[in-house]
Nanobody, 116 residues
Framework: QVQLVESGGGLVQAGGSLRLSCAAS????????MAWYRQAPGKQRELVAG???????NYADSVKGRFTISRDNARNTVYLQMNSLKPEDTAVYYC??????????WGQGTQVTVSS
């Protein structure tokens, strides 16, 4: 059964840090592009960061220099290290696993709240 289980969300003060984890039970995890998206109340879901099977990364302009995405293929896990958090980072964060012509899976989301 396919599962993407996010963890690590919570409440943090502005300037603080959190690390999100996503444990993925998907076929060929090492070949999948993994990504983190977020959705704030009243806003569309947006890409935060992505990492390809070969380790190439991309980030939303709003998080560049503050967030870092990484993956551990031995553990089928992707991480999002979030530093210097701002109130505008408050959102539900979703893990995504994408493999072309094969699958596009989403996790259930984890809430991140940054207080000012």
């Amino acid at each position: 059964q396919v599962q993407l289980v996010e963890s690590g969300g919570g409440l943090v003060q502005a300037g603080g840090s959190l690390r999100l984890s996503c444990a993925a039970s998907v076929r060929f995890f090492s070949l999948a592009t993994m990504a983190w998206y977020r959705q704030a109340p009243g806003k569309q879901r947006e890409l935060v960061a992505g990492i390809t099977s070969v380790g190439s990364t991309n980030y939303a302009d709003s998080v560049k220099g503050r967030f870092t995405i990484s993956r551990d293929n031995a553990r089928n896990t992707v991480y999002l290290q979030m530093n210097s958090l701002k109130p505008e980072d408050t959102a539900v964060y979703y893990c995504n696993a994408y493999k072309m012509y094969d699958y596009n899976y989403w996790g259930q989301g984890t809430q991140v709240t940054v207080s000012s």
